[in-house]
């Protein structure tokens, strides 16, 4: 018997010139030089990304990552830099690459790779447009929303020499929206293993180990600001994050399916008091990558990881996974679930008592109880719930208006549904805030919030940490400050390692008047979701604001925008800061910068920022508060 040759899982992206013949049929020599400059543009910008040109093939390059994220940001990069290259060629000589990008299975041998994902790869590009880029749905599922792209579904494309249908999407970056800036991948940071070690060594000499945990989380861009660095300790208590579980059912559909799934264990394990876990928004920045778990373990300040697999066959469900103590690397448990979907739930509690069980917690007489509880008992809601959750977690109006659809059937099913209500709720809530249109024009701002409010009044049968905290956010919108405040707390209460919630009352802390208190509160956030989103450095930059710590405050707001740039909440506080700092040029560009996005995305809609809009979306209950956010809009020369 022949053995099967090992393989890895990988990022492919592939790059070929669209009507090569053509080109150097009408002059070989110019193609030619024109192609081996544009081979060397494309080999760099891979070499930043963390990638490997694997080969050369005349016109088309192969490469690989070990981050999907690293291998589509490359791709965009690659192509706007090629098409500054070819404006200053005659529209006929320009040469233009079709990129195919895809996650699958390559046999890596002698310096190259081979396999399916390096066909599928090059089937892709055949389906780019000329300076275009087309992604596989694996692609698509691992990326979600945390990249600024535009993705248009182009169906099941039949291509040569694969046996099943390819689900294609065309993939282009949000105009005016900045790429995310290289970073090492895992590979590279393990080739520069020797070089940080003796930078460490004398760091930790020379500044002492607070210090130098703060320069680390400087460097990953996720400390709280770079005038206060703090280190990630591990807790007091077990600590674990979840990784996302891999789709076994060889179905890409089913995709959803599986992350559900991990969402769920995260969940069930967060509810519980005597376990540090790491928040989901974080857990899944790892999805698609090649993963070293000693090294995972050590930037979240955790012990433990639990990772595994999900097949889901017809009614057929089946789990498999282990636990990894990432001190030792060893298993300290692993065993396989298997059941229907009508035990969906009870195969995800039996995950969570061993887990439980095999790291000594003790559950109080409340969790306990909780445990036993179920959301629905209806699994034809949940299925329609984890669809319409997919979309939810991509955050683009036309997946909120996806996510509706499926949020709505799932309530059919089971009216009490009181998760599908909440992320009706919440879906409505931040379209409300954030302008955005989930129909045809029908339904208007003060409508969705209405229905907002309509959703959220079902959730009161049993509540949950999200419903909380959209309670707490519109009742600080109504200037009800005390109700904002007792709803934030509900929120940790119901998920005591719930970071979004931390960041709710940390934001109501702030706005009522407690600034310190509050920025306690976010950097516990920060803690139990290290790769945070935007919204929780926006919480920073306000306490910093409120505190009158305005170059904190900037750097904070900075690098929000930078995560999010259409972070509409702190670029009005930029405005402000800017105003104190006396940066009028750096203000007023980006005044024109919001107000151009706005006439762009809102169809002139939206009025230019006004201190008493700016006021609406930061209600601080005390006079001088607002008075401080005012005064700093009319120093930027914002009118009232």
Not at 43 to 54: I, Q
Not at 244 to 266: C, K, R, W
Not at 535 to 562: C, H, K, S
Request: glycine letters at 8%; charged letters at 25%.
């Amino acid at each position: 018997m022949v053995d099967r040759l090992p393989r890895r899982l990988a990022a492919i992206l592939y790059a070929d010139v669209a009507g090569y013949a053509r080109l150097t049929g009408q002059d070989e020599d110019a193609t030619h030089r024109t192609l081996t400059e544009y081979l060397d543009r494309i080999a760099t910008t891979t070499e930043r990304y963390g990638g490997r040109v694997m080969h050369y093939a005349g016109d088309a390059v192969l490469a690989m990552f070990e981050a999907v994220a690293d291998a589509l940001s490359c791709a965009a990069q690659v192509q706007r830099e090629l098409q500054a290259c070819n404006q200053d060629l005659p529209n006929e000589r320009r040469v233009r690459f079709r990129i195919g990008v895809h996650i699958g299975d390559v046999i890596e041998d002698r310096g190259d790779i081979y396999g399916e994902g390096v066909n599928v790869a090059a089937r892709l590009e055949s389906l780019a447009e000329p300076g275009g880029i087309c992604i596989s749905e694996s692609v698509h599922s691992a990326v979600g929303s945390r990249l600024p792209f535009d993705f248009e579904f182009m169906g099941e494309q039949a291509v040569k020499n694969i046996a099943e249908p390819v689900k294609a999407y065309r993939a282009t970056v949000i105009p005016g929206v900045a790429l995310p800036e290289p970073g090492a991948s895992p590979r590279t940071r393990r080739q520069k293993s020797n070089t940080l070690v003796v930078v460490v060594a004398v760091g930790v000499f020379i500044l002492g180990a607070v210090v130098l945990g703060g320069w680390q989380l400087w460097l990953r861009g996720e400390g709280v600001a770079p005038s206060e660095p703090e280190a990630l300790l591990r807790p007091d208590k077990p600590s674990i994050a979840v990784l996302p579980f891999t789709n076994m059912s060889g179905d890409p559909e089913q995709e959803y399916f599986a992350d559900g799934m991990t969402d769920d264990l995260i969940t069930g394990l967060s509810r519980i008091s005597g376990l540090f876990v790491i928040a989901r928004h974080t857990s899944f920045s790892y999805k698609g990558q090649l993963l070293d778990i000693a090294q995972i373990a050590h930037e979240l300040g955790v012990k433990h990881i639990l990772e595994g697999s999900v097949r889901r066959t017809g009614d057929a469900v089946r789990i498999n996974a282990q636990l990894v103590d990432a001190t030792s690397q060893g298993h300290v448990w692993a065993q396989r679930f298997e059941g229907s979907m009508s035990d969906v739930f009870g195969l995800q509690d039996k995950v969570t008592s061993e887990i439980v069980r095999v790291l000594s917690i003790t559950l109080t007489e409340d969790e306990k109880v909780a445990r036993g509880a179920v959301e629905t008992k209806d699994t034809r809601a949940y299925d329609q719930f984890l669809q319409g959750w997919q979309h939810y977690l991509r955050q683009t109006p036309e997946n909120f208006r996806q996510a509706i659809t499926h949020f709505k059937k799932a309530i059919e099913i089971d009216p009490q549904y009181s998760r599908a209500n909440a992320a009706l709720a919440a879906t409505y809530w931040e379209s409300y805030k954030r302008y955005w249109q989930l129909g045809s024009g029908a339904i208007r701002a003060i409508e969705m919030r209405v229905l907002a409010q309509d959703y959220l009044a079902k959730t009161q049968t049993r509540p949950i940490s999200i419903a909380y905290q959209i309670a707490a956010d519109m009742l600080l919108h109504e200037q009800r400050y005390e109700g904002a405040l007792r709803e934030a707390e509900k929120a940790i209460a119901a998920d005591p390692n719930d970071a979004d919630g931390y960041a709710t009352l940390a934001n109501a802390l702030i706005l009522t008047g407690q600034p310190e208190r509050g920025m306690r509160t976010v950097k516990r956030a920060m803690e139990l979701n290290p790769r945070y989103p935007s919204f929780y450095l926006y919480v920073v930059g306000l306490a910093q604001f409120t505190m009158d710590n305005f170059g904190d405050a900037e750097t904070a707001l900075t690098r929000a925008i930078a995560l999010n740039p259409l972070d509409r909440w702190s670029a009005r506080l930029l405005l402000a800061t800017y105003g104190y700092l006396g940066e009028e040029e750096r203000a007023a560009r980006l005044y024109e910068t919001i107000n151009e996005r706005d006439r762009r995305g809102f169809q002139n809609f939206l009025d230019p920022i006004t201190i008493r809009v700016a006021a609406y979306w930061h209600p601080f209950k005390n006079a001088a508060d607002a008075e401080r956010l005012a005064e700093g809009l009319r120093k930027s020369g914002i009118a009232e």
